[in-house]
């Protein structure tokens, strides 16, 4: 009874069966048996209105005709005399019994009322035992009772496997449900036809394989992957996160293991996969200190893969985002030796994933799914599958029957940067400011050739928030930044502040990001990128994870650091001066466009370049030759 599933947060494991429900039968026994408790105390207590007399008294006393009533105890004769000293309670006497003939036909005579002495029943014995246990059951409970509370696996669940509870017979997802990854697909192909028969491989003497890493960022679909596998091979799927195994317990993981394998093997061919593998395999050398828990798991888990029959279709499937900080045990042949990449989806499995998710809502003839393919760069298959369900919210939110392009436009920009603020006002002045910020950062962009066309500039704010921002697409796919576009991209990130500075003379608050991600850019550009003179080539930095944007740690001494610091901000500031440099040659662009986008709010990026064509037409001459006298 291993009440304690805890719910996981991935959402994968909804098929759970056991619920918490024992608590209602435990507070049901503490209630009972403390009734009883109380029962035997009362039941006891009137013993002490009872006194020891000697035989000869009892004797006396019965000549005397003092006794209402003996019973007979079994060991002893209990005395009620006729006479009660106190009217409340009832006081008794008692004697040992003895071999006496003439006691009865005495009793008789005196008319004395007799009750005779009834043997235990089991019943009454076994009550007997309950009783002197009684305590220590108690003690037991309670304490299990906290046990679970403090989030332990409970004494007697303690050891107890989670894998029945995790167990899929079919996971029904195919290959098919997961679009793109056509690489990380091809690998599991392999492992799919080894489940089917191994028989064919043991034949030829070949080693069946027996782990595969699922390695990449967040959700790309390891999971998803996993199932597909076992749904194609039609095979037992055992799935059990890696914080699963890790409990107060030193110990408990290590037979959490061994359960779940010995159930796995019971169960081949199967699929046996540990999400987040990261949690209990992480290398065993760390400075920090050692973990015993973690490593006694780890060690079982090396100990039970190495334990698989050479004819045991199990295999195991490991997913994690930090492949890095993983044991070198874990990864050598014979154990996770295949280690298969899901990357973040390029163009084409963006526009697949899409497909595959639209397939279950309804789209008008206006959908393009390469356009928001095209638009949403860098975003996992999570992201794409919660923009097709935003969206159809959307639709149904403006009573359409089916989704719209715009909709699935809308939907990009909600997961991206969060709800509309509908009610959040801002005032005249503060309008203005974000208007020309904003108009800032599009100029900036439009004016470098090397830069991406803006598609939407808005003033509307955003629960992210931001009180506004410009929206860009790429006309297409990039893989790589050259140095000049990674420049560009700084001018743009300056020309928010530097429109503030341009026409309100002081600086807000509001470039707080812009600042960040410049500098962060600026940084790799010095550290990472090899894009400065000053250090050449030098790897100054080294990224800490390969799938998670979790920092990074500087290798150079301290002196070095200083001054990278400041090629950072010269970096920026040299940045900063263009930007301020190309908005003041096209302060009247500026204006013109920022005071369209305050009465408006939101605009296209065709009506920003209508107005940005117009201008630069008018005066076009005079900014040639203006730049030319600059240079
Ligand atoms: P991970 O385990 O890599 O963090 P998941 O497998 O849990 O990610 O993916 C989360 C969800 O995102 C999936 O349930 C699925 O709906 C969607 N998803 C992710 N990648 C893909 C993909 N390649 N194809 C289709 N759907 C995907
Ligand atoms: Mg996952
Ligand atoms: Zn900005």
Same mark, same amino acid.
């Given at each position: 009874?291993?009440?304690?599933?805890?719910?996981?947060?991935?959402?994968?494991?909804?098929?759970?069966?056991?619920?918490?429900?024992?608590?209602?039968?435990?507070?049901?026994?503490?209630?009972?048996?403390?009734?009883?408790?109380?029962?035997?105390?009362?039941?006891?207590?009137?013993?002490?209105?009872?006194?020891?007399?000697?035989?000869?008294?009892?004797?006396?006393?019965?000549?005397?005709?003092?006794?209402?009533?003996?019973?007979?105890?079994?060991?002893?004769?209990?005395?009620?005399?006729?006479?009660?000293?106190?009217?409340?309670?009832?006081?008794?006497?008692?004697?040992?019994?003895?071999?006496?003939?003439?006691?009865?036909?005495?009793?008789?005579?005196?008319?004395?009322?007799?009750?005779?002495?009834?043997?235990? *029943?089991?019943?009454?014995?076994?009550?007997?035992?309950?009783?002197?246990?009684?305590?220590?059951?108690?003690?037991?409970?309670?304490?299990?009772?906290?046990?679970?509370?403090?989030?332990?696996?409970?004494?007697?669940?303690?050891?107890?496997?989670?894998?029945?509870?995790?167990?899929?017979?079919?996971?029904?997802?195919?290959?098919?449900?997961?679009?793109?990854?056509?690489?990380?697909?091809?690998?599991?192909?392999?492992?799919?036809?080894?489940?089917?028969?191994?028989?064919?491989?043991?034949?030829?003497?070949?080693?069946?394989?027996?782990?595969?890493?699922?390695? !990449?960022?967040?959700?790309? !679909?390891?999971?998803?992957?996993?199932?597909?596998?076992?749904?194609?091979?039609?095979?037992?799927?055992?799935?059990?996160?890696?914080?699963?195994?890790?409990?107060?317990?030193?110990?408990?993981?290590?037979?959490?293991?061994?359960?779940?394998?010995?159930?796995?093997?019971?169960?081949?061919?199967?699929?046996?996969?540990?999400?987040?593998?990261?949690?209990?395999?992480?290398?065993?050398?760390?400075?920090?200190?050692?973990?015993?828990?973690?490593?006694? *798991?780890?060690?079982?888990?090396?100990?039970?893969?190495?334990?698989?029959?050479?004819?045991?279709?199990?295999?195991?499937?490991?997913?994690?985002?930090?492949?890095?900080?993983?044991?070198?045990?874990?990864?050598?042949?014979?154990?996770?030796?295949?280690?298969?990449?899901?990357?973040?989806?390029?163009?084409?499995?963006?526009?697949?994933?899409?497909?595959?998710?639209?397939?279950?809502?309804?789209?008008?003839?206006?959908?393009?799914?390469?356009?928001?393919?095209?638009?949403?760069? !860098?975003?996992?298959?999570?992201?794409?599958?919660?923009?097709?369900?935003?969206?159809?919210?959307?639709?149904?939110?403006?009573?359409?029957?089916?989704?719209?392009?715009?909709?699935?436009?809308?939907?990009?920009?909600?997961?991206?940067?969060?709800?509309?603020?509908?009610?959040?006002?801002?005032?005249?002045?503060?309008?203005?400011?974000?208007?020309?910020?904003?108009?800032?950062?599009?100029?900036?962009?439009?004016?470098?050739?090397?830069?991406?066309?803006?598609?939407?500039?808005?003033?509307?704010?955003?629960?992210?928030?931001?009180?506004?921002?410009?929206?860009?697409?790429?006309?297409?796919?990039?893989?790589?930044?050259?140095?000049?576009?990674?420049?560009?991209?700084?001018? *743009?990130?300056?020309?928010?502040?530097?429109?503030?500075?341009?026409?309100?003379?002081?600086?807000?608050?509001?470039?707080?990001?812009?600042?960040?991600?410049?500098?962060?850019?600026?940084?790799?550009?010095?550290?990472?990128? !090899?894009?400065?003179?000053?250090?050449?080539?030098?790897?100054?930095?080294?990224?800490?994870?390969?799938?998670?944007?979790?920092?990074?740690?500087?290798?150079?001494?301290?002196?070095?650091?200083?001054?990278?610091?400041?090629?950072?901000?010269?970096?920026?500031?040299?940045?900063?001066?263009?930007?301020?440099?190309?908005?003041?040659?096209?302060?009247?662009?500026?204006?013109?466009?920022?005071?369209?986008?305050?009465?408006?709010?939101?605009?296209?990026?065709?009506?920003?370049?209508?107005?940005?064509?117009?201008?630069?037409?008018?005066?076009?001459?005079?900014?040639?030759?203006?730049?030319?006298?600059?240079?």
């Amino acid at each position: 009874m291993d009440n304690n599933t805890t719910p996981n947060q991935n959402g994968d494991n909804h098929h759970k069966k056991q619920k918490n429900k024992p608590n209602l039968g435990l507070f049901l026994f503490l209630v009972i048996s403390s009734f009883i408790i109380m029962n035997y105390f009362m039941k006891s207590s009137d013993d002490g209105k009872s006194k020891e007399i000697t035989y000869d008294a009892f004797i006396d006393m019965l000549e005397e005709d003092k006794v209402d009533k003996v019973e007979d105890t079994g060991l002893t004769w209990k005395i009620t005399p006729k006479t009660q000293p106190l009217e409340e309670v009832e006081f008794t006497y008692y004697t040992g019994k003895m071999n006496d003939d003439a006691l009865l036909p005495m009793l008789r005579e005196k008319d004395v009322e007799i009750q005779p002495y009834i043997q235990d *029943t089991i019943g009454t014995l076994i009550w007997e035992i309950v009783w002197s246990l009684l305590p220590f059951i108690l003690i037991f409970t309670v304490f299990s009772f906290m046990m679970r509370k403090m989030g332990g696996g409970g004494v007697m669940g303690v050891g107890k496997s989670k894998a029945k509870v995790y167990i899929e017979k079919e996971t029904g997802v195919t290959f098919k449900d997961v679009a793109g990854e056509e690489e990380a697909k091809e690998s599991l192909v392999e492992i799919v036809d080894f489940l089917h028969n191994p028989q064919k491989y043991v034949e030829i003497g070949a080693k069946l394989p027996k782990g595969a890493l699922l390695v !990449g960022p967040p959700g790309t !679909g390891k999971t998803l992957l996993a199932k597909a596998v076992a749904g194609e091979a039609h095979v037992p799927f055992f799935s059990l996160a890696g914080s699963d195994f890790v409990e107060m317990f030193v110990g408990v993981g290590a037979s959490r293991v061994r359960d779940l394998f010995e159930e796995a093997k019971r169960h081949a061919p199967c699929i046996v996969f540990i999400d987040e593998i990261d949690a209990i395999g992480k290398s065993r050398d760390s400075r920090m200190g050692g973990n015993d828990e973690r490593e006694q *798991t780890l060690n079982q888990l090396l100990a039970e893969m190495d334990g698989f029959e050479n004819n045991q279709a199990c295999i195991v499937l490991a997913a994690t985002n930090r492949p890095e900080v993983l044991d070198q045990a874990l990864l050598r042949p014979g154990r996770f030796d295949r280690r298969i990449i899901v990357e973040r989806p390029d163009l084409k499995g963006r526009e697949d994933i899409l497909k595959v998710h639209a397939k279950r809502v309804k789209l008008d003839e206006t959908v393009k799914l390469d356009e928001i393919a095209l638009a949403t760069s !860098g975003a996992v298959g999570a992201d794409l599958a919660n923009m097709i369900n935003e969206a159809a919210i959307l639709a149904v939110k403006h009573g359409r029957a089916a989704i719209c392009q715009k909709d699935l436009f809308d939907a990009m920009e909600v997961v991206l940067m969060g709800k509309e603020k509908k009610n959040k006002i801002l005032s005249t002045e503060e309008r203005k400011i974000v208007s020309y910020h904003e108009v800032g950062h599009a100029l900036a962009t439009a004016l470098q050739k090397d830069s991406e066309p803006v598609q939407k500039i808005t003033i509307v704010p955003r629960t992210s928030g931001a009180l506004g921002y410009v929206l860009q697409t790429p006309e297409e796919e990039k893989n790589l930044m050259s140095k000049k576009e990674i420049e560009a991209r700084l001018v *743009t990130c300056m020309g928010g502040r530097a429109a503030e500075e341009l026409v309100f003379e002081t600086v807000t608050t509001g470039a707080a990001q812009d600042i960040q991600q410049a500098t962060r850019l600026a940084r790799a550009m010095v550290t990472q990128y !090899g894009m400065s003179e000053k250090f050449g080539l030098m790897g100054l930095e080294s990224r800490e994870s390969m799938y998670l944007d979790n920092g990074t740690v500087l290798n150079c001494s301290d002196e070095t650091a200083a001054s990278v610091d400041a090629e950072i901000m010269r970096i920026l500031k040299e940045s900063y001066e263009k930007a301020k440099k190309l908005l003041e040659e096209n302060r009247d662009c500026l204006d013109q466009i920022a005071e369209f986008l305050i009465e408006k709010e939101t605009i296209t990026g065709k009506e920003f370049m209508e107005i940005f064509h117009r201008i630069k037409s008018e005066d076009g001459e005079y900014h040639q030759e203006e730049l030319i006298f600059a240079e």
